[in-house]
């Protein structure tokens, strides 16, 4: 029973008050839930359906791959990255929606391994999963140079390959270039402990960050046979949530609660979920998601401001450039706000590639089980280098990633999931019991009731199955990670 009846009562009267009241009651909730939406919210992502498997190569290519074979066309590299953003918030993206899901790949089982921002990037650099690069928080000072080694990076082996390479914004948290290393780049622009968190400077941040990557660009028409590879790194829309001023008042898309917004019985959820519920109201997220799009209309138009000079300067076509989210956000799914959670909004972020040379300019979908693990290993593929190290990730233009499970992980869990739901084992006290969800996303798209549901043999073959999975590749490394 909904909470806003459990306190209701009525003084004795006739049945017939009684009964006309209870229909007042229930016209009055269809009302409100028409004209404001429902209590629980609306669904911010669409009920799982069957839909036609494709990629742009492999066996989901239906014998038609959008491209032949790219290893050693050294096209530039560019890797564009924003900072906390959820999947449904590119509606705030118009101009970035435009260059990559009309004219690239779509790839809408896109995953980031660990939803946190420095692991999720360290894995990106170096196409290794965190436990084994080691960068499991965002405090990973006493990692590097131990677990995470920049020279096993995709910057410093394309600079030894003979690609030019740039940094523009946040690289990895805490990195001091004096101390640690100029990573692999050439040019190393990281204002990460300056302007980007300076909240009065913060609006400025991504067009400062896109203008130093639009010179770059410029900068190396001197050199134009040489190849390059750039990373922007967009502080939108991470806090704080400081838009330009132009966009102070700016209309976005409103903010869609997700099925499972402020979800009262979190019974089936771990401890440290359920300690972190918030007692934020609709309306005060609401205004909250509204700032947080309204920063995301600056990093559009820096996006924007990168390909009008990529398309000045005649590097447009044969650039490869992909776009990413370090990880999603939970506004108020499961009653949490946050990030590093083994659900659908923390993991499944906007993931998106263009390269006209090779994949032309018609927008494409790929259904692949895809993640930032295999960035790295995709930009060894075209530039043509065996790299120096083992890499846990695939290229996005091997036929052979095809992936029937993805691994993805956190300090706390470990998760495994393929198209239609997802197994998560969370740490408890006692080693040899973790706490376990289970979820079909065809009957629960909200990952609303995670209890095991064992009542068939289906139910149990598919349970043991994902548990032994997990159970085999949760420390895997190389070729042995799914």
């Known amino acids: 029973m909904s909470d806003l009846y459990k306190g209701l009562t009525m003084s004795v009267g006739s049945r017939g008050k009684i009964a006309f009241a209870a229909a007042l009651v229930v016209a009055l909730a269809v009302f409100v839930a028409l004209i404001f939406g429902s209590t629980r919210g609306r669904a911010a992502r669409d009920v799982v359906v069957d839909r036609a498997e494709t990629a742009i190569v492999g066996p989901k290519a239906a014998g038609k791959p959008a491209v032949g074979n790219v290893r050693g066309t050294r096209p530039n590299i560019l890797l564009i990255i924003t900072d906390d953003q959820e999947k449904t918030s590119m509606r705030a993206m118009p101009k970035t929606l435009k260059l990559f899901k009309r004219q690239g790949v779509d790839f809408n089982h896109g995953y980031v391994t660990t939803p946190l921002c420095c692991p999720a990037r360290a894995t990106m650099y170096s196409g290794l999963y965190a436990h084994n690069h080691g960068i499991i928080t965002n405090n990973p000072t006493k990692q590097f140079g131990k677990t995470y080694l920049w020279q096993d990076t995709f910057p410093a082996e394309l600079q030894r390959n003979g690609y030019y390479t740039g940094q523009f914004g946040k690289y990895l948290n805490n990195w001091n270039k004096k101390r640690e290393g100029d990573a692999g780049f050439d040019v190393f622009k990281d204002d990460y402990n300056g302007i980007e968190h300076d909240r009065k400077e913060r609006s400025k941040a991504d067009m400062l960050t896109a203008r130093r990557g639009a010179r770059f660009v410029k900068d190396r028409e001197s050199s134009d046979k040489q190849p390059w590879m ?88 044969d650039t490869l450039a992909i776009f990413v989210s370090d990880n999603g956000y939970l506004f108020g799914a499961h009653g949490v706000l946050g990030k590093v959670f083994p659900y659908q909004e923390a993991t499944n972020v906007p993931m998106y590639m263009r390269w006209p040379a090779e994949l032309g300019k018609k927008g494409r979908l790929d259904t692949r089980l895809v993640a930032n693990v295999d960035f790295a290993p995709t930009f060894y593929d075209v530039a043509g280098i065996d790299p120096g190290y083992q890499v846990d990730g695939k290229s996005l233009f091997d036929p052979g990633n095809d992936r029937k499970y993805m691994l993805t992980e956190s300090v706390k869990w470990k998760a495994i999931q393929d198209k239609r739901g997802s197994l998560i084992e969370t740490k408890t006290n006692d080693p040899g019991k973790p706490f376990v969800e289970l979820y079909d996303w065809n009957v629960d798209p909200g990952e609303m009731d995670g209890k095991p549901r064992l009542n068939n043999a289906n139910q149990k073959q598919r349970y043991r199955e994902m548990s032994d999975y997990l159970e085999k590749v949760k420390d895997c490394s190389g070729s042995d990670c799914p």
């Open 230 to 317: 750039m990373t922007v790194s967009l502080r939108s829309p991470h806090t704080p949530l400081v838009a330009e001023k132009k966009y102070d008042n700016a209309r976005v898309p409103k903010f869609k609660p997700p099925i499972s917004f402020n979800e009262t019985d979190l019974s089936d959820k771990p401890k440290y979920l359920r300690e972190k519920r918030h007692d934020k109201t609709l309306g005060y997220i609401t205004k909250r998601y509204q700032k947080y799009e309204q920063t995301l209309l600056s990093a559009d138009d820096g996006v924007a401001k990168v390909f009008r000079t990529l398309k000045e300067t005649g590097e447009d076509r």
